[in-house]
C-alpha cells in the first residue's frame, strides 16, 4: 500500500488518564453544507447558508461554484450564494481536491453551462468511482470527454441544457453516484428516472438527505421501490424552479463518532449540543451501533449525552449505511472485551484510501488482530503497544484515519499520528479540540466553535490553472 503522509510533524495523541468528561461543539455538516452549495447554485435568486461547514472539501465545492460564475460572499456566521453562469465558450477549470462529493456533483452543474469544463485533483480522486456518473450524463445528453479511463481527470463540454430523462446504473460504489444526479435534475428539460441496478447501495441514508433538501428547496421527486429490500432503488425528479431560501446546517454526526466513541472507550461522558432531534444525517443508526458496544444515550434540550459504562461489547454489525465511522468503530472494536465483525464496507476501498486495508495494517502493527473480510474486518482485541509499531501511525492522507488514531490514542501510550494535517478535510481543528477534550479543559478552543476558524478562500486558495484535456 503506496502510504501518503503530509509533511508535518507527527502528532501526538493524548492517552486518557481517566474518564473523559466535556461538552463538544461540533463543526457544520460537510453533507448539507455541499449539497446547500449546489442548490444555491441552481437556484433562481439568492440564497443563505448559516453555519456553513469550512473546511476543504467545502473551499473545494465553493470554489468550484465560484469558478462556474456564482458568487459567494461571506462573513462570520453564514455565506450568500448568488447564481451566475460561466461566459458562453470559456475554459473553466475544477480542482476537485480530493472530494468525492465535488467529483459527483458538479459535472451535471458543469453540463448546464455553456463553458468547456476541465475537472482534476489530487493523485487519489483519479481512483474513485465517477465512471456512472459520466456515463449516465452522456445518456442525458451532456457531451463529456474522460479518454475512455470513466475517471479523473475529465472534461465537460457544457451545452446550456441537458435533455434528461432515465438512465439505469449501478451505484453500489457510493451513494453519492445517485444523489449527484438527482441534486441537478430539476433543470434538465426533461428532469430524471435514476434506477439502481446492483448490490445494495452504500450509505443509503445520504440519499435521503438529498431528496430532503431536494424537496425543501420546491423540487418534485418520488421515491420508488421495485425490490425485495424495501428501500428505494429508483428516484424520479420533475423538471422546474429551485429556490433554497434560508437553511442552516446542523452538525456533522460523522465528525461526532470520535468524541462518542471517547465516552465509549473511557468510560466518560460527552454532551454534545444542538443535536439534531430530527436529522437529515443517520443519527439514529450511529447511536445504535454505540449502544449495542456498550454506551448509553439520551438527547434532550441540552443534546445528546452519552456515557461509557466501562465495558466495551464485541458486535457483530452491517455498517452500510454508517460506513464513515467504520474507522473509529474498528479503533473502538480493537480496545473491546470479545470480538466484533464488520461488514457492507466493500465500497470503502475506494474512499480517500482503501479503508479496510488501511486500519488493519496500523492497527496489526500496534499488535492487534484484525483480518479483511470481502466487504468488512474481522477485530479480535489484542493488547496494543504504540512501540510495536516501530513509527507512527499512518493516515494515507484519510480524515477518517486521523480520527480513528485519536480513539486510540485514549487506550495506547505514546501514540504517534503521521499526517494528521489531513483532517482538515472536515474538520481543521481536530486535534487542538481533542487534546482540550482528553485534558479535561474545553472542548471549544479560543471561545469560538470548532471547524470555523477560517473563511474557505483564505484558507485554501484556487490552484493555478491547467489545460484542459
Do not use: C
Amino acid at each position: 500500500m503506496h502510504v501518503v503522509n503530509n509533511q508535518d510533524q507527527a502528532w501526538a495523541s493524548p492517552a486518557a488518564a481517566g474518564p473523559v468528561s466535556a461538552r463538544v461543539r461540533l463543526p457544520a455538516s460537510k453533507s448539507v453544507t455541499n449539497r446547500a452549495l449546489v442548490l444555491a447554485a441552481l437556484g433562481d435568486g439568492p440564497a443563505v447558508i448559516a453555519n456553513p461547514l469550512r473546511a476543504r472539501d467545502t473551499a473545494l465545492a465553493a470554489g468550484a461554484l465560484v469558478a462556474l460564475g456564482s458568487e459567494i460572499s461571506q462573513s462570520r456566521t453564514d455565506w450568500v450564494i448568488t447564481p451566475g453562469q460561466p461566459a458562453p465558450g470559456s475554459a473553466v477549470n475544477v480542482d476537485l481536491g480530493n472530494a468525492g462529493t465535488v467529483m459527483r456533483f458538479v459535472p451535471a452543474l458543469a453540463a448546464l453551462t455553456s463553458a468547456v469544463v476541465f475537472f482534476d485533483g489530487d493523485e487519489r480522486i483519479r481512483l474513485r468511482p465517477i465512471g456512472p456518473v459520466l456515463e449516465a450524463l452522456r445518456q442525458l445528453g451532456a457531451q463529456i470527454e474522460d479518454g475512455g479511463r470513466a475517471a479523473v481527470p475529465f472534461t465537460v463540454h457544457g451545452r446550456g441544457a441537458v435533455r434528461g430523462g432515465t438512465v439505469v446504473l449501478d451505484a453500489s460504489g457510493s451513494s453519492q453516484l445517485v444523489s449527484g444526479l438527482l441534486l441537478a435534475a430539476p433543470r434538465f428539460d426533461e428532469g430524471i428516472e435514476v434506477r439502481h441496478e446492483g448490490p445494495p447501495v452504500p450509505s443509503a441514508p445520504h440519499i435521503a438527505m438529498t431528496v430532503r433538501m431536494l424537496r425543501a428547496a420546491g423540487a418534485s421527486v418520488e421515491e420508488l421501490v421495485s425490490g425485495a429490500g424495501g428501500r428505494p432503488d429508483a428516484w424520479r425528479v420533475r423538471p422546474g424552479r429551485l429556490s433554497l431560501g434560508a437553511v442552516t446546517v446542523e452538525p456533522d454526526l460523522s465528525n461526532a463518532g470520535p468524541f462518542l466513541a471517547a465516552a465509549l472507550v473511557t468510560g466518560g461522558t460527552i454532551t454534545v449540543p444542538d443535536w439534531p432531534r430530527d436529522s437529515l444525517q443517520a443519527a439514529g443508526e450511529i447511536l445504535d451501533v454505540l449502544g449495542q458496544m456498550g454506551a448509553r444515550y439520551s438527547v434532550g434540550p441540552d443534546g445528546l449525552t452519552i456515557s461509557g459504562t466501562g465495558r466495551i461489547h464485541g458486535v457483530t454489525a452491517d455498517l452500510r449505511d454508517v460506513a464513515e465511522l467504520a474507522p473509529v468503530l474498528t479503533a473502538v472494536a480493537a480496545v473491546a472485551e470479545s470480538p466484533s465483525v464488520f461488514t457492507g464496507l466493500a465500497h470503502t476501498r475506494a474512499h480517500e484510501t482503501d479503508r479496510l486495508a488501511a486500519v488493519a495494517k496500523e492497527i496489526n502493527a500496534l499488535g492487534g488482530d484484525i483480518t479483511e473480510l470481502p466487504d468488512g474486518l474481522r477485530i479480535r482485541p489484542r493488547p496494543l503497544r504504540a512501540e510495536a509499531a516501530g513509527g507512527p501511525f499512518g493516515t494515507y492522507d484519510d480524515h477518517r484515519m486521523v480520527m480513528a488514531a485519536a480513539v486510540l490514542g485514549l487506550a495506547v501510550p505514546g501514540l504517534r499520528v503521521a499526517g494528521a494535517a489531513t483532517v482538515a478535510k472536515t474538520f481543521p481543528d481536530f486535534t487542538d479540540v481533542w487534546e482540550v477534550l482528553v485534558r479535561g479543559d474545553s472542548a471549544d478552543p479560543g471561545g469560538r466553535p470548532p471547524g470555523t476558524p477560517r473563511a474557505w478562500g483564505e484558507t485554501f486558495p484556487p490552484r493555478p490553472p491547467r489545460p484542459p484535456l
